[in-house]
């Protein structure tokens, strides 16, 4: 089984930060790109940010560019997010999610529909 495991999140305030993990199982993502996805309450899923396979390349939703940092490590099957300066507006369940296959697509294509497997998901709460 596939599985994507998420963990990190938590409560802080306002200019805070708070790094989120993601540890894959059941299949090597080394040669996968691996993207982040967020969903607030009542809004739809967005793209956050993602990474290319060999880890040289990142895309980042405009909102978090300059704050947040999205890594990988391939020997741990792990893609990470660092969250520094945090608004409330970050707010939202925070999802590691990797393609069906590495032919799909690259880091600049932010469509979650591109995405195959999905972790369960991890709380962040940014108080003002």
């Known amino acids: 089984q596939v599985q994507l495991v998420e963990s990190g999140g938590g409560r802080v305030q306002a200019g805070d930060s708070l790094r989120l993990s993601c540890a894959a199982s059941g299949r090597s993502f080394r040669n ?3 993207g982040w996805f967020r969903q607030a309450p009542g809004k739809e899923r967005e793209f956050v940010a993602a990474i290319s396979w060999i880890g040289g390349r990142s895309n980042y939703i405009d909102s978090v ?6 890594t990988r490590d391939n020997a741990k099957n792990t893609v990470s997010l660092q969250m520094n300066s945090l608004k409330p507006e970050d707010t939202a369940v925070y999802y ?4 069906k296959t590495q ?3 690259s880091v600049y294509d932010t469509n979650d529909w591109e995405y195959t497997y999905w972790g369960q998901g991890t709380q ?3 108080s003002s």
């Open 65 to 70: 560019k300059g704050r947040f940092t999205i």
């Open 96 to 99: 590691c999610a990797a393609p």
């Open 103 to 105: 032919y799909s697509g």
């Open 32 to 34: 996968y790109k691996m």
């Open 124 to 126: 962040v709460t940014v």
